[in-house]
């Protein structure tokens, strides 16, 4: 029994190496596109943000169509393409169905209807897994040093997001409020809008999106930078959502969500919520600790005790 743990744990831990090798290879060209992006010139920017949002077209499009769809010229394209070091863009779009083909039993979970329980788990957790090591992987730390600072100085943190992003929101504030921090969510326009134009310099927002596309979380956004809130974004690179925000957090997942609401990019963004939490709590020292005790105590007395 001892020799056959030994032996499945190894074959856990080959695999699991296996999964991020084929997520670094299938993600190379994605992470090249975001790495440039400041590098293109604006019309290349163009096609790029039309790629990153829309692979699984692209792929399918004549040179011509992608040129239209993103609004610059074929000859634009073409250059965009070299600069990725691609031959041409019938060489991008091999290069792209690859990326998609390879990375897709990861990346994103899919089920057919003859999967096992087993099947169905494995590959759910197995996808999860695989993109939080990729988001983890991509994250700029400059970025997330200087989004802690800005929570941890805040004299106000909201925290906006809708749908499934608007529970990230609520579990946000649930963890910053226990840090002794004044902070309020909201999944509701109005109410965005509301706290937004209340806002003032020294307070923080938290914009939560899986796609980043959402008209009322831009709109909201744009009104708490008005009022002189710093904007924190934890979205899509390339959305309009992160070109609104002051800082992006960006987490890139492709999933399908015409029909299934987002899997693993809403448990990456609970982690990251958690990497926020953590680092704004190593600001406060050991009185916090204390707090904390007491918050825990105070808990402990709306529970049944533990069996002994």
Known sequence: MANADKYSKARSAKRAHWIIEELNVSRALFDEMRRRMEHFRRSEQKVARFVLRNPDEVIHMRIVDLATEANVSEPTVVRFCRALGCNGFQDFKLQLAQMLASGSQFAQFSMNDSDSVAEFSHSIFDSTVGTLLSVRDRLDNDALGQAVNALAMA??????????????????????????????????????????????????????????????????????????????????????????????????????????????????????????????????????????????????????????
């Open 155 to 308: 004299n106000r943190v909201e925290f906006y997001g809708f749908g499934a992003s608007g529970a990230v929101a609520f579990d946000a504030q649930h963890k910053f409020f226990r840090l002794q921090i004044s902070t309020s969510a909201y999944a509701d326009p109005h109410m965005q809008n509301m706290s937004a134009v209340t806002l003032k310099e020294g307070d923080v927002v938290v914009a939560i999106s899986q796609t980043g596309r959402t008209k009322a979380l831009v709109a909201s956004v744009r009104l708490a930078r008005e009022a002189g809130a710093t904007v924190i974004g934890l979205c899509p690179s390339g959305s309009p959502l992160a070109e609104e925000v002051s800082l992006p957090l960006y987490i890139d997942v492709h999933e399908d969500t015409e029909i299934y609401t987002p899997l693993s990019s809403r448990i990456a963004h609970l982690v990251l919520i958690d990497v926020l939490a953590v680092g704004v709590a190593k600001t406060r020292g050991p009185k916090l600790a204390e707090q904390l005790k007491s918050v825990k105590k105070s808990l402990n007395t709306l529970r049944y005790p533990e069996d002994n």
